[in-house]
């Protein structure tokens, strides 16, 4: 695994191990229980910097900052929408590679507590090149690190606006920039990460991998992974069609995804989600919900339908609400658990990679890793 961690940088401290933070102070004739300390100090987001680790002497914090970087994320801007309920954050990395996460709020309703869902970037680009996907249309950039991933969350939890308290109740979906699944061994580094209790500590059931199909990864998943969420992006139930819109059909068509999905039901017993995003006139026909409904009956699935959000590089629009509710309720009839998603976000183009490529030309206005605090209103 060659690190994808910008030349001339230090390690990002949400990355290092604790074996290897141990050793560090030991070489500092410092007790083990630093380590945990500094672990702690900023996994919890309490800290925006070194110098802020109030628990550890002066002296340790200067030398921690100098063969560590607090955070992996250099600047930062955000976006706000829908009543500041939903925000995007652009992320500029290092080596100048910007990458976009999401927060959504979704306030108590009807016996629901409060939520929030983070939506991560796990690559700079992606390399499927779904035509409706505004990261595909942009080609592939680079993996991730493990530190690049977690930090977004951990940027979240740090930001004095959001008020990310460790044991508030917070998804991590990975549906931002990037196929998480080409980039497996960092995307599975980071989620122990933000699994691990004494770490980030994000109960496995609040994570969800999403996936264009890479049918081998899927398969390690469920081995490797077996508490976390899978889903799988179809967005169409037959090869002809799902080769145009999720290229990487052509190489793992739609029987391979269903049966790695099918594997990964069985053995750990989690419900797949089946996304499907809804484009007009192309993928939302009666046939095609009848097709689906073959596909996603008789097994631990569910359809998860999202209407497209329109990009400046395709001509696409999305399926209007009735055409929506008509294919939900095709599903529906069949016996097949279905849910439209809501659209938040549109305003800022939540969904992926599209407001990267606006700001493409401009410094982003905040500090170092700070949280970004004037916010842009839309
Ligand atoms: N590469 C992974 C995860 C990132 S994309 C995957 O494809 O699953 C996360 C989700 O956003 C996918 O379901 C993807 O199809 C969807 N998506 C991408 N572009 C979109 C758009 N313009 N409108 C609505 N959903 C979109
Ligand atoms: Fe990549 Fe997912 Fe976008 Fe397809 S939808 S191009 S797999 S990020």
């Not at 390399?127 to 530190?147: E, N």
């Not at 959000?309 to 055409?323: C, H, L």
Request: charge should be negative; aromatic fraction near 6%.
């Amino acid at each position: 695994m060659t690190d994808p961690r910008p030349a001339g940088t230090a390690p990002a401290i949400s990355e290092v191990a604790t074996d290897a933070l141990v050793a560090w102070f030991a070489d500092r004739g410092e007790p083990a229980y630093r380590a945990r300390q500094v672990i702690a100090g900023v996994s919890a987001g309490r800290a925006r910097d070194f110098a802020e680790l109030t628990d550890l002497p002066l002296r340790l914090r200067a030398a921690l900052a100098e063969d560590y970087r607090f955070s992996s994320i250099t600047a930062t801007e955000v976006i706000r929408t829908d009543q500041g309920l939903t925000e995007k954050a652009v992320h500029e990395l290092g080596d100048g590679q910007r990458i976009e996460s999401v927060l959504m709020r979704y306030p108590a309703r009807g016996g629901h507590a409060e939520r929030t869902t983070i939506c991560i970037s796990s690559q700079a680009g992606c390399a499927v090149g779904c035509p409706f996907c505004a990261t595909g249309q942009g080609g592939f950039g680079r993996h991730l690190s493990a530190a690049e991933i977690v930090d977004q969350v951990l940027w979240w939890r740090r930001s004095a606006e959001h008020g990310l308290d460790p044991e508030r109740h917070v998804n991590v979906v990975f549906m931002g920039m990037g196929e998480p699944l080409h980039n497996a061994d960092r995307v599975f580094a980071s989620v122990w990460i933000l699994n691990d209790p004494a770490r980030v500590g994000i109960g496995a059931r609040h994570l969800t991998v999403s996936t264009s199909g890479v049918v081998p990864a899927m398969l390690r998943m469920t081995d490797e992974l077996p508490q976390v969420n899978l889903a799988i992006s179809l967005h169409a139930a037959h090869d002809e069609l799902r080769d145009e819109l999720v290229p990487i059909n052509r190489k793992w068509p739609v029987a391979e995804v269903l049966d790695a999905g099918q594997q990964f039901a069985a053995r750990t017993g989690r419900r797949v989600s089946l996304e499907y995003v809804m484009i007009d006139g192309v993928n939302d026909s009666p046939e095609e919900a009848g097709r689906l409904a073959e596909l996603a009956r008789g097994w631990l699935c569910h359809v998860n339908l999202i209407p497209l959000n329109p990009t400046p590089a395709s001509p696409w629009s999305g399926t209007p609400r009735e055409g929506i509710d008509r294919f939900a309720s095709v599903l529906r009839e069949a016996g097949v658990a279905t849910t439209i998603r809501d659209t938040r976000g549109r305003s800022i183009e939540a969904a992926c990679g599209q407001l990267h490529a606006q700001l493409a030309k401009r410094p982003l206005r905040s500090a170092a890793g700070l949280p970004e605090l004037e916010l842009v209103t839309v």
